[in-house]
Structures are given as structure tokens and as C-alpha cells.
């Protein structure tokens, strides 16, 4: 019998993580390609043979995303499959008309086929859209874990960026992410946790993953990337809505997913966020998930030396994901420059070049804040370049790393820190006790 031809749609996540689970050693299908989305400079690569398994001797090609009609015809695929996140209805909807206009079936797999069993209590922390901030919520979970003795090891989404040698890595110092040359993006993802004391865990084969994992875990937290559920089946599932944007609680994909599979889901920000707009997120939670337990929560910004950007002009620096896919306009970088009283902040758009002028096109949103895109050396030196070419006094950072590390400037970088409070509704502490009673820890 013939096997079915697939294109996987993906984004250097989810995309080999359902591969491996699904279609590794399935002989009913054959992948004929992986696409590419999402993030700059990640097409045109090979996943390769020792991670394909023996169905794919020669490995599997990665393409960008933009000539998928094309590649459907071309390689007489049958189905594409989509395999990232972070996407609101309309472009879901727009990448099933290509597929289905080019005369291919459209996949999405779904969590019974994705979630893999882990040995140890897992608690789960995801969002509805990128930059809600799940990690603050994340942070402090994996602290109250701490505080009563159990050793915690998050787990963190993938992020298949730097290549394929390892299938699965953990970190435990600043000096090793050094060493390894992990992306801005995997920094901003490990170092907040590294800091403070933990180990870190990622990779592509997330059975390898988890086996390390659990050598040192009481409890693992799943620390879900890209707004995406989670590869590992959680007996605690927490969803983080944004109260900046409402609606995309029950207007993104798989945002919606993670509202209706949660156990609590917290409505971050609402300090910054119009009362109305608060109860409209909980009336599209309740109408989905009438279960779900709801707390809200504010975010806190606050820097260590404010007098640098009191009466300055500033630019300010937000992780990349937040405001390019994630759609956000601004994040805690913006907020902490107003809370200080910046004189200015700079537009620096007329400023940029190389990849982080192609942001400002790609996601035209953005305007006077700049993504902290750095996937590679090349658009690390773009950052650093746009940064140095901004008129400002001083560098507001509200990436979640030390970006002092990565870039030189003859001006100062002032750090962003940040952390949830819930006000309102069930606390994390009470949150972490019913974990602990249904995970039996």
C-alpha cells in the first residue's frame, strides 16, 4: 500500500515533537518535508537521520513555509499537518486554504497523541497568547514547590534552533549557556530560571527529555512555549490570559485549547487593563470551560536602578516572541520606562537594520519598541548595531536576561525584573496544594 506523503507545518517545535511520537516509525506515512515559520533564518536544514530513525536514511528536509502550494504539488503530498502555535483563527484559517487550495488534506494532532506520561507529578503553566506572562507565574510555582522541600526541574518547550546535535540538554549555569551558544530566545526562556538555582531541561526527543528530568525531580513543571499545550499529560493545568488583549482567550489557536483543557486560568495584568475588558475574558472563559477556576493577577515591574531612566530618552528592548507573533504592541520594558518617567522613549524604527528592520515589516505593530531577535550571530550583531544607532541616553531591557552578556554599547542597559501577584481568586499556594493532592506527591 502506497504511504501517505506529508508536509509538516512548523515553527522548530512542536513540528519534531509530533514527528517523533506520530510519524517516526509509522509506515503508514511518509514526511516528505518540514516547513518552516515563525522565526527568522530557520529554513532550508535537514533534520537528520539519527533523530528521523530508520524510515528516513538521508533525513528529512526543512523549506520555508512561503512556497508551501508549491512543495505540495511538487512532492505530490497528501497531508499537510500543522504543528506550531501562537496563531489567531484568521491565519489558521489562511494556512488551511493554501493547503486545501493546493489539494492537500489538512492534520492537526491532537493532545491524546501528542501528551507523553511522565514517571514523576507534573504541573503544567501555559497561555493564551505569547507574553502573558506565564513564566512569572511559572517562577513563583517552581519557588512555592522549593519553599516545602520537593526538587523541581522545569521543562521547557523546545526550541530546535541552534541545530540537532543534542536531543535533549539540561542547564544549569549562565557559563553553559554560554559555552553551548543558545539563541537569545533560548536565554530568555532558561537563564530566569538558572539564576535562581534550578535546572533546566529541553530538547527535540522529549522522551529523552523527561528520562533526564526525572533523575532529579520530585515534580516537573512544564513550562509551555509559544502558547502550545503541553508534550507531557499534567495532573495540574494552569492557562495564563492577557488582560491587554481580550478575546484571544477564545480567538487563538491553541489558546483556546489551553482555556478549555485548565484547571485554573489566571487573567494577568488587569492593573494595566480596562475592567470591561477583564469581564470579557471571564465571560469566554466560563462559556468554555465553566469548571475552571479564575484568579487575576498584576504584573510588577521594577529595576534596580531607576534613576538611569528617570528624565532620559530611552530605547526599549522586549522579547521578540512577545511582540512579533505573540502580536503584543509593548511588554514590561515599555511599562517600566513610563513607571520611571522617561522623558522620551525613542522610535526606533528609522534606526534598525539587517533582520530587525525586516521585524518592523513583517509585523508592522511594533513601533517604539525593538524585538530582541537574535537566532543567530549575524542578527545578534543587528541588534546590537540598531541599539548602538538609537538615539537614547539608556537601554531599557525587558527581555528576561542579561542582555549585557550579548551586546556592547556605549550606553547603559537598565534590567527589567518582574513577578505576578493574584488579587483576586485562588492563590498559586492554593493552587500547588491541589496539585500536590491529585499528582500524590
Known amino acids: 500500500m502506497r504511504r501517505k506523503r506529508v508536509v509538516i507545518l512548523g515553527a522548530g517545535g512542536r513540528d519534531f515533537h509530533n514527528f517523533n511520537v506520530f510519524f517516526r ?42 512556497s508551501l502550494e508549491e512543495l505540495i504539488r511538487e512532492m505530490k503530498v497528501d497531508i499537510a499537518v500543522l504543528s506550531y502555535s501562537d496563531l489567531p483563527y484568521s491565519q489558521v484559517g489562511r494556512i488551511l486554504s493554501r493547503v486545501l487550495s493546493a489539494g492537500a488534506s489538512f492534520m492537526i494532532l491532537g493532545p491524546s497523541e501528542t501528551m507523553l506520561k511522565a514517571r514523576k507529578p507534573v504541573i503544567a503553566v501555559t497561555a493564551v497568547r505569547t507574553g502573558a506572562g506565564k513564566s512569572s507565574v511559572s517562577r513563583k510555582i517552581a519557588k512555592i514547590l522549593s519553599s516545602r522541600g520537593y526538587r523541581v526541574v522545569p521543562v521547557r518547550h523546545p526550541m530546535a534552533y541552534r541545530g540537532f546535535e543534542e536531543s535533549a540538554e539540561c542547564f544549569e549555569s549562565v557559563e553553559e549557556l554560554d559555552k553551548r551558544g543558545v539563541t537569545i530566545e533560548e536565554r530568555e526562556e532558561y537563564e530566569h530560571y538558572i539564576s535562581r538555582g534550578y535546572k533546566v531541561c529541553s530538547g527535540i526527543d522529549y522522551e529523552e527529555v523527561l528520562r533526564l528530568a526525572e533523575k532529579d525531580a520530585d515534580v516537573i513543571l512544564w513550562d509551555g512555549g509559544n502558547n502550545d499545550w503541553p508534550f507531557v499529560k499534567p495532573d495540574y493545568y494552569i492557562t495564563v490570559a492577557d488582560a491587554l488583549r481580550p478575546g484571544q482567550e477564545v480567538g487563538s489557536f491553541p489558546g483556546e485549547v489551553n482555556v478549555r483543557l485548565a484547571d485554573l ?96 515589516k513583517e509585523y508592522p505593530h511594533m513601533s517604539k519598541v525593538i524585538p ?39 550606553k547603559p542597559i537598565v534590567r527589567v525584573l518582574y513577578e505576578v501577584d493574584i488579587v483576586e481568586g485562588p492563590t498559586l499556594e492554593e493552587a500547588v496544594e491541589e496539585f500536590l493532592e491529585r499528582g500524590g506527591v
Open 25 to 66: 516509525n509509522n509506515d503508514e506515512y511518509e514526511v516528505v518535508t518540514f516547513t518552516a515559520s515563525q522565526i527568522p533564518g530557520m529554513g532550508r536544514r535537514v533534520y537528520p537521520p539519527h533523530l528521523a530513525g530508520k524510515l528516513y536514511p538521508e533525513g528529512i528536509p526543512i523549506l520555508p513555509e512561503n
Open 265 to 360: 486560568v489566571i487573567i494577568n495584568k488587569v492593573d494595566h487593563a480596562r475592567r470591561e475588558d477583564v469581564e470579557r475574558i471571564k465571560r469566554n472563559v466560563r462559556s468554555v470551560n465553566p469548571k475552571a477556576k479564575i484568579s487575576l493577577a498584576v504584573s510588577s515591574v521594577m529595576v534596580e536602578e531607576p534613576e538611569l531612566i528617570r528624565g532620559k530618552r530611552v530605547a526599549v528592548v522586549e522579547d521578540s516572541p512577545t511582540v512579533t507573533h505573540g502580536e503584543a504592541p509593548y511588554g514590561a520594558g515599555y511599562v517600566a520606562a513610563l513607571k520611571y518617567g522617561a522623558a522620551e522613549i525613542v522610535d526606533p524604527r528609522q534606526y534598525a537594520v539587517g533582520v530587525i528592520a525586516d521585524m518592523y
Open 372 to 410: 530582541s531577535t537574535g537566532y543567530t550571530r549575524e542578527q545578534v550583531r543587528d541588534l546590537e548595531e540598531t541599539l548602538r544607532r538609537v538615539p537614547a541616553d539608556v537601554i531599557v531591557s525587558g527581555t528576561p536576561i542579561d542582555l549585557s552578556r550579548l551586546v556592547k554599547l556605549d
